[in-house]
């Protein structure tokens, strides 16, 4: 099987046939168990160009429906449908007094796991990247089933 590799497990061997091909022999194919899915973390100005759903478990999980054309994460190629969303960057918000947000910032970003979330809590962190406290991209962790 020929792909183009975005991230690979240690686990998995490779063979070169031609200069410009790469053989992938997964692990499953070799009796050692299922082959672990590809792990991708990537940054992707906003808006992202994605139709996200949730596909029901148990567990729960937030995958990429569609791509929009010429959307951002259309121009980075990176994503597929399918892909699922395991974290997502956050934004955790200070609590303090009036005024004091002006003086001391929105609070930190912090990447969010959204493995077994469901679909509104995943979207509100997704939301929580806002243009309002200067945020314009979102930093996307997805899995891909092996192939």
Same mark, same amino acid.
């Given at each position: 099987?020929?792909?183009?590799?975005?991230?690979?497990?240690? *686990?998995?061997?490779?063979?070169?046939?031609?200069?410009?091909?790469?053989?992938?022999?997964?692990?499953?194919?070799?009796?050692?168990?299922?082959?672990?899915?590809?792990?991708?973390?990537?940054?992707?100005?906003?808006?992202?160009?994605?139709?996200?759903?949730?596909?029901?478990?148990?567990?729960?999980?937030?995958? /990429?429906?569609? /791509?929009?054309?010429?959307?951002?994460?259309?121009?980075?190629?990176?994503?597929?449908?399918?892909?699922?969303?395991?974290?997502? *960057?956050?934004?955790?918000?200070?609590?303090?007094?009036?005024?004091?947000?002006?003086?001391?910032?929105?609070?930190?970003?912090?990447?969010?796991?959204?493995?077994?979330?469901?679909?509104?809590?995943?979207?509100?962190?997704?939301?929580?990247? *806002?243009?309002?406290?200067? /945020?314009?991209?979102?930093?996307?962790?997805?899995?891909?089933?092996?192939?």
């Amino acid at each position: 099987m020929e792909c183009a590799v975005l991230q690979t497990p240690c *686990s998995r061997a490779f063979t070169a046939r031609r200069p410009h091909r790469l053989t992938v022999r997964s692990a499953a194919a070799e009796g050692a168990g299922p082959a672990a899915p590809q792990t991708l973390r990537l940054t992707l100005r906003k808006p992202l160009g994605l139709v996200l759903a949730e596909r029901p478990g148990p567990p729960v999980q937030v995958f /990429i429906e569609e /791509i929009t054309a010429g959307g951002n994460a259309a121009k980075d190629g990176r994503l597929k449908v399918g892909d699922v969303l395991v974290g997502c *960057s956050a934004t955790l918000l200070k609590t303090g007094k009036e005024g004091e947000f002006e003086r001391e910032g929105y609070g930190a970003r912090v990447m969010f796991d959204a493995r077994g979330k469901q679909f509104d809590t995943v979207m509100a962190a997704l939301g929580s990247n *806002s243009e309002r406290w200067g /945020i314009f991209d979102v930093e996307l962790e997805v899995e891909r089933a092996a192939q």
